[in-house]
């Protein structure tokens, strides 16, 4: 109830937020300001129920298949500019995209014809995908980052979540000979019977063995998933992000986003970007004045770049005052964001908009302020979580289960 009334507040309209099936065929990129990429590859060994995500099971032909008119896409997007553009990073998710191996050389290439990358290139990968080859490989082809979706050591966990038995020793071997730039691992909290110490050893086995970053995130019970798993109270899901923070923090690590913490300030995100394009059945791309998504079903991206249109399934056109919201969303997740930022990207104040909401979170103890810039505290990071977990039981669960039953919906309100 808090949580709906709050989006009434900060939007000032009681109106749902509407995606309809119409789109652009010219998507004005050039002249923003750090600019990401993203490229989905739904390609799986194993479908894990838990998983919300576009996907499916790998078979070699369909990938290619898939990946040719993947690259149309890219095409289709970068001839839109007879010049290149700067972008920041490149990112890999999926699905597995390490399945891909011998064909991102080719998607990179053709990202590389119409942008060039300043801060690397990151992709996913499976603890299967962690051998000496595999990592060589992505290596020669200019992957700096990589995450390692390891989701808990334990096995009392991985069979919870029906997942293989993550090998430690080999994982420990392995980076040890392909060193990145970023190594994060990621891991799953808030599963039924975990404790401080089952999440506490995780992290301390991650960086022990060759992690620089790590992503704790939280499991949500998506409506339209098989899995069985409940996740833990409220209460106890505070009370365990309370204790991890402060462990974490005392313990001298950087903390990137509400999520994320790392050795030596590396970082690992492809979500917390002010603009970023996606290629890929479901990938999302978000633009000044609007957020595409493309559609989830792989024979209709196909169908659609055949005939040199867009996949775009639905877009919404935003507010003023909506984008304001989303730019300070995702600027938060970092746990960080200034009116200096925020001022130069919408040419307008920051206080203006939202200084009563400022003044509030400061009382509330959600944030503090230094001389413009705001950090988020403790007890503000997990309240921003808790309003991201309704935000994607809310928003998120709707549109995913709708999409994935129609690969074009006429409109969606949320």
């Known amino acids: ?23 652009d065929s010219f998507l004005p990129y050039l002249d923003l300001d750090s600019l990401g990429l993203y490229i989905h590859i739904p390609f799986c060994k194993k479908l894990c129920n838990f998983c919300p995500y576009c996907k499916t099971v790998y078979n070699k032909e369909k990938c290619d298949k898939y ?89 009392k966990f991985q069979n919870i979540l029906d997942r293989q038995i993550v090998d430690i020793s080999s994982i420990s ?14 891991f799953i909290f808030a599963l039924p019977g975990q404790n401080y110490s089952d ?71 492809s979500m917390t970007r002010e603009n970023y394009i996606g290629f890929g059945c479901s990938a999302t791309t ?25 996949p775009t399934s639905l877009t919404t056109r935003f507010t003023l005052r909506q984008r304001m919201l989303y730019y300070l969303f995702w600027t938060a997740y970092s746990t960080k964001f200034s009116e200096k930022d925020f001022e130069k990207f ?3 104040s920051l206080k203006k908009y939202f200084g009563f909401e400022l003044k509030l979170s400061k009382i509330l103890g959600f944030i503090k302020e230094d001389s413009g810039n705001y950090t988020l505290t403790p007890k503000g990071a997990f309240y921003f979580h808790h309003y991201e977990n309704f935000y994607t039981l809310s928003y998120i669960d709707k549109m995913w289960g709708i999409m994935r039953e129609e690969a074009f919906p006429e409109k969606i309100e949320l």
């Open 286 to 310: 978000l633009l000044k004045e609007q957020f595409k998504i493309n559609t989830f079903s792989i024979n209709e991206y196909i169908n659609r770049i055949e005939n040199n249109l867009l």
């Open 199 to 269: 999440l506490k050893n995780d992290i301390d086995l991650a960086f022990e063995i060759g992690a620089n970053h790590v992503a704790l995130y939280p499991f949500i019970d998506f409506d339209f998933t098989k899995s069985s798993v409940k996740s833990m109270s409220k209460r106890e899901k505070r009370n365990l992000y309370y204790s991890i923070d402060s462990y974490l923090t005392e313990k001298g690590y950087s903390k990137n986003s509400i999520w994320t913490f790392s050795k030596d300030n590396s970082s690992y995100s």
């Open 67 to 155: 990946i040719d008119y993947l690259i149309r896409e890219i095409e289709l997007v970068g001839k839109q500019y007879p010049t290149k553009k700067d972008v920041t990073t490149l990112y890999f998710g999926g699905g597995s995209p390490a399945l891909a191996l011998d064909r991102l050389s080719d998607i990179i290439n053709a990202i590389s014809k119409y942008f060039s990358i300043r801060d690397g290139i990151g992709i996913e990968l499976h603890p299967s995908d962690v051998n000496v080859d595999c990592l060589q490989g992505l290596k020669s082809i200019g992957i700096t980052k990589i995450s390692i979706g390891i989701q808990s050591f334990q096995n």
């Open 346 to 348: 919408f040419s307008c």
């Open 1 to 23: 109830m808090l949580t709906t009334l709050g989006k009434i507040w900060l939007t000032r309209s009681t109106k749902p937020f509407k995606f309809t099936n119409e789109y």
């Open 173 to 186: 071997t392995v980076l040890s000979k392909v060193n990145f730039e970023t190594v994060s691992m990621d």
